[in-house]
């Protein structure tokens, strides 16, 4: 699985971006989605994952209720929407995918995950 990941840019505070992640290489509706970030100097961080149909997401605390994880598996491709935009939502976006079942307890791990995109930079200033 292949992930290319898009949509970044540079927004104001209480702005709004809609990331894309297009995989190729098959698969996709076997994968479960996640969302991952990373500010410089900080570790990489869960920020959210959809199960395979979509039936199922879990978001990060710091993110629940201002973005959200989508997915449309006729297009190859997972989305999160993110509104109300703070400064410290500024980091690097990666998309991975994880072809095995696990618990959703561990979605948020980032060893779970076999296939990472190359990231969508976002920054978001006051």
């Known amino acids: 699985v292949q992930l290319q990941a898009s949509g970044g840019g540079s927004v104001q505070a209480g702005g709004s971006l809609r990331l894309s992640c297009a995989a190729s290489g098959g698969a996709f509706s076997s994968a479960r989605m996640a969302w991952f970030r990373q500010a410089p100097g900080k570790e990489r961080e869960f920020v959210a994952a959809i199960a395979r149909s979509g039936g199922n997401t879990l978001h990060a605390d710091s993110v629940k209720g201002r973005f959200t994880i989508s997915r449309d598996n006729a297009k190859n491709t997972v989305y999160l929407q993110m509104n109300s935009l703070k400064p410290e939502d500024t980091a690097l976006y990666y998309c991975?995918?994880?072809?095995?079942?696990?618990?959703?307890?561990?979605?948020?791990?980032?060893?779970?995950?076999?296939?990472w995109g190359q990231g969508t930079q976002v920054t978001v200033s006051s």
């Open positions: 991975a995918a994880d072809l095995g079942l696990r618990y959703i307890s561990t979605w948020s791990q980032a060893r779970q995950y076999d296939y």
